[in-house]
């Protein structure tokens, strides 16, 4: 499949393991979003979650203990999250677990970071990639309520409260991500100016 081809040849010129293992959330894109649009493999969706949860956990650990963590590596985890998860999203939105307006919100969490990191970047912006603590929030959380809906849908239990606590919760974490963004993005200077007084320069940015 064109998806496979395109990790594959992108996941070649990626040095690390802990890069490598953040790459396998999006090969799992694909089969998430196959799963989570029909109702007979939700069980199967919530396992992938799960799986892609473990890598997740684990990017960083592998990074900090065998790698140096680089600014790639900061930078292509947001990015994979997103391709994940917003597949996850779309795919329960379409077989109607979700309704749109929250695969929508799933999908802003990770573009509106990534677009905004992506400018700075443009601007000649001083950009320090690295996790922030709602981001890390807003992806748990997110994982757990997209994961949960399968799960219970697949064993045939009523998942309306569920979505219920997503419709609240999602939105609200990404708020806070993106209160996150923008507290972080204050004072960040061009390349070459100097950071300003009292402040490094650098910004982070967030991810999951």
Do not use: C
Not at 175 to 193: E, H, K
């Amino acid at each position: 499949m064109p998806w496979i081809i395109v990790v594959a040849a992108a996941q070649v010129f990626l040095p690390g393991l802990a890069n490598q293992v953040t790459m396998a959330r999006a090969y799992l894109a694909l089969p998430a979003l196959a799963y989570a649009m029909q109702s007979g493999t939700l069980g199967s969706l919530a396992a992938t979650v799960a799986v892609a949860g473990l890598t997740d956990l684990s990017d960083g650990r592998i990074a900090r203990r065998w790698d140096k963590p680089t600014q790639l590596g900061g930078g292509l985890d947001p990015v994979v999250d997103g391709v994940f998860f917003g597949a996850t999203a779309v795919g329960l939105a379409i077989g109607g677990a979700y309704p749109w307006w929250v695969a929508g919100v799933v999908a802003g969490r990770y573009a509106l970071p990534a677009l905004v990191g992506g400018i700075l970047l443009l601007n000649g912006r001083r950009v320090t990639l690295r996790h922030t603590f709602f981001g890390q929030v807003s992806t748990a959380l997110i994982g757990v309520l997209l994961g949960w809906v399968a799960l219970w849908r697949g064993l045939g239990f009523d998942s309306s409260r569920i979505v219920t606590a997503a419709e609240v919760v999602i939105p609200i974490a990404t708020v806070l991500t993106f209160a996150n963004l923008a507290w972080s993005v204050r004072g960040v200077r061009p390349r070459g100016l100097g950071p300003a007084a009292g402040n490094s320069g650098e910004s982070p940015r967030p991810d999951g």
